[in-house]
């Protein structure tokens, strides 16, 4: 018995304005459907954050209906929870209707008494992301925060086991001593919102989402990630889904890497060295630079594009440095560098205009901004 368990999609996010679906489709169309078709699991487990925000673009909707469909014509039922991203409510139209199809979208805290039942001896249930309030309310019963609330929700799901069955979780929470993105939403992690890994004991194997990085998670549990970068951050991030295999009474897992449509990383270097680089080897990867000039650079943006046609952001040392402090201070910094304006001034030549300034140029220069200059 073999789970594709994956999480996190996103569809329809976007990183410094640019879409991301293009991408996004990429991964759908040309790397997890092929590999769906290859490996044929026995169930596909998408651990929530289908979207990137409750009501999601038409376009996102569009390709999580092409995967639906696409997964039902390869013949591989699939099993859906929503996640704090998702519009619950608009993720469960259809849902007892695509359930007779092999289709499971659990979005309401109820779905999680009623298990897939992938055979009689491997029973998965489904947990969506809910709120404590939410738990009072199905249960009866007084609880306290997420770690009360999972406890209270899984000792129900609990009391569903059949006796020799092997019993999988999909869940969509914030577990105790996770690693988390600057993608993740901060309300959602840490704090009040932890889980205690000791909250899934009794279950072969947990399926989680909503940390971007694949990890462990407690004795029994496992964060697929998402399988693309979602923020620069995470580009030393090795991106995959996760391929668990239930033999006997041992649980395996294969970290399966997602090569992506574009990578996203970081570049740092000189100006110099950066359109060098360019030139050298051009990329339509996501990028963000670290300027490490030590002077100003004029239109760096433009300058690097045509060879980074993806460069989503700059930040420059020297303008950190300069602004660095209180306000007092950055203008001193400020007023150092008005000192040198005639430098400013030929680097503006060299770098802009291809020029090396000669004696008039400077004397010319000097006299628009201080009246400077000798007398011609």
């Given amino acids: 018995m073999r789970i594709l368990h994956t999480s996190d999609w996103h569809l329809g996010k976007m990183l410094f304005g640019r879409s991301l679906l293009e991408d996004q489709t990429y991964f759908v169309d040309r790397v997890f459907l092929p590999l769906v078709e290859r490996e044929h699991p026995d169930l596909i487990l998408l651990a929530g954050d289908v979207f990137d925000r409750p009501i999601a673009p038409v376009e996102a909707i569009q390709l999580f209906d092409h995967f639906i469909e696409e997964a039902h014509r390869l013949g591989v039922p699939l099993a859906v929870i929503s996640g704090n991203h998702d519009g619950a409510g608009r993720m469960a139209l259809g849902a007892p209707l695509l359930r007779e199809n092999g289709v499971a979208i659990a979005t309401k805290l109820e779905d999680a008494f009623r298990p897939v039942l992938l055979s009689e001896r491997v029973h998965c249930y489904l947990l969506p992301y809910f709120e404590p309030a939410q738990a009072r309310q199905v249960l009866g019963v007084d609880v306290r925060g997420f770690q009360e609330a999972y406890r209270a929700v899984l000792d129900r799901v609990r009391e569903r086991f059949v006796p020799g069955a092997v019993n999988v979780l999909a869940a969509h929470c914030f577990v105790m001593g996770g690693e988390t993105s600057a993608s993740e939403s901060p309300t ?189």
Avoid at 251 to 279: N, W
Avoid at 291 to 310: A, C, K, Q, T
Wanted: charged share 25%; with cysteine; aromatic share 8%.
């Fill in 188 to 376: 959602f992690v840490g704090g009040s919102s932890e889980v205690s890994p000791a909250c899934f004991e009794g279950f072969s194997y947990v399926a989680l989402g909503h940390l971007h990085r694949a990890q462990k998670a407690g004795p029994n549990g496992r964060y697929a990630g998402s399988p693309l970068k979602y923020s620069f951050d995470e580009a030393h991030h090795r991106k995959s889904v996760t391929m668990v295999t239930f033999e006997e009474e041992q649980v395996k897992s294969e970290v399966i890497p997602v090569e992506p449509l574009r990578d996203l990383r970081t570049l740092s270097g000189t100006m110099e060295e950066l359109l060098e680089l360019g030139k050298r080897a051009s990329s339509e990867d996501y990028l963000y630079v670290e300027l490490l000039d030590d002077s100003p650079v004029y239109m760096p943006m433009d300058r690097l594009r045509p060879y980074f046609p993806n460069l989503l952001g700059i930040n420059s040392q020297w303008l950190s440095r300069a602004g660095a402090g209180e306000s007092a201070g950055l203008r001193e910094q400020l007023l150092h560098h008005r000192t040198d304006d005639a430098s400013i001034f030929e680097a503006f030549l060299k770098q802009i205009c291809g020029l090396d300034p000669d004696a008039a140029d400077r004397n010319l220069f000097l006299q628009a901004m201080h009246g400077e200059g000798e007398e011609s």
